[in-house]
């Protein structure tokens, strides 16, 4: 099927896929000139991300449907970051004039499903024709204590809840035509259906003093709650490698620890936390420390006892 509808059957269409808000909190959902939701009591958080052809994805690597999915998770992903539970989702598609109502309602049952499985729906959006496709999505969530980038202590450690570098690792196998090789799969997974970790942001937001998830890599985003924090982060080396990553890179002929590093795109959850508090579905990856020298940022400890500075290295889209 290539049919390509009018703008008005093709908003009918993902009104369909997406259905209506069984939350109840929607009270306007799509159909009208935005949504409307109504009030709770607790701070809101909302957030926007964009996904663009060619920097984000490229439509020989994912299916169209890969491509709703992530687009949603990567947003919502900022919410569990805030220890936030979101509330609603509005969508903006920028789509070439290629793409074709069976591909529109692939991109639709992707964010559908991506909403879903974080508990929220798709209550509205945009639709648009440009040069290239981009999803630009907008969730609104509530917290009652957002977690920021700037609470990190010393004396705390800090855990993560989620894979690191398994994502870069499947976007190598996929480029390379290895995708199929059970070796790959997980890898392959993590790029193209990776999973906001809401659950664990909610089961860190008592206890965290800082939090961020991780989209440009490890290091650049655990850098961001140094610098905010204005303290020094030491990763436990040891701690930063599962198997499947090291059978992904040893596939994709890449360094394990460069991709847990480095590797952005795995959205998982990073957090600090009082030692003694870890909380559930996390795992300790190193400790928060007071500056040294006069330095702020991310280190890690040698063998022998010293500290290594690692450069924040990581995805900078004008770097
Ligand atoms: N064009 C913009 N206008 C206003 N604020 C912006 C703009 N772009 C980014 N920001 C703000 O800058 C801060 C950092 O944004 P950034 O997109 O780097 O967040 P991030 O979660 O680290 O990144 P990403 O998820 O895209 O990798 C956020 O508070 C964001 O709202
Ligand atoms: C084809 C292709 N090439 C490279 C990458 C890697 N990549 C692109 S953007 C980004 C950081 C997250 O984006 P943002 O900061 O906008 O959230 C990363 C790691 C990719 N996904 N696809
Ligand atoms: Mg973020």
């Known amino acids: ?19 209506t808000d069984g939350s109840g909190r929607t009270i306007v959902g799509i159909g009208d000139d935005a949504a409307v939701i109504a009030p709770g009591r607790e701070p809101l958080v909302w957030t926007l991300d964009a996904q663009v052809e060619g920097i984000h994805f490229r439509r020989d690597l994912v299916s169209m449907a890969d491509l709703g999915y992530r687009a949603t998770m990567a947003a919502a992903s900022d919410l569990a970051a805030m220890g936030a539970s979101p509330l609603g989702i509005l969508a903006g598609l920028v789509l070439p004039a290629y793409v074709t109502d069976e591909d529109l309602r692939a991109i639709a049952e992707g964010q559908h499903e991506a909403a879903e ?9 945009n639709l648009a024709r440009g040069q290239e496709i981009s999803i630009t999505t907008t969730v609104l969530g509530e917290t009652p204590r957002p977690l920021g980038r700037s609470g990190a202590k010393p004396g705390e450690v800090v855990a993560i809840a989620g894979p690191l570098g398994l994502s870069a690792a499947g976007l190598v196998l ?4 290895r995708e199929h090789e059970a070796d790959a799969a997980p890898a392959v997974r993590a790029y193209r ?7 664990a942001g909610l089961a860190a937001r008592d206890v965290a003093s800082a939090a961020i998830d991780v989209s440009d890599g490890l290091t650049r985003d655990v850098g961001h709650v140094a610098r905010a924090s204005g303290v020094l982060v030491v990763l436990d080396r040891s701690t930063l490698l599962t198997p499947e990553l090291e059978r992904a890179a040893a596939l994709a002929e890449a360094d394990p620890y460069q991709l847990a590093l480095e590797g952005g795109e795995d959205y998982a959850v990073v957090v600090t936390v009082p030692e003694d508090r870890v909380p559930a579905g996390f795992k300790r990856i190193g400790r928060v420390v007071p500056p040294q020298d006069g330095k702020i940022g991310i280190a890690v400890e040698q063998t022998n006892g010293t500290l290594a500075w690692l450069d924040e290295r990581g995805y900078d889209h004008f770097g």
């Open 1 to 19: 099927m290539t049919a390509r509808s009018s703008e008005r059957a093709r908003i009918d269409m993902l009104a369909r896929v997406f259905g």
């Open 117 to 125: 499985e974080v508990g929220t729906q798709i209550i509205g959006g």
């Open 174 to 177: 996929i480029g390379r035509g």
């Open 193 to 199: 259906r990776p999973l906001a970790r809401i659950t």
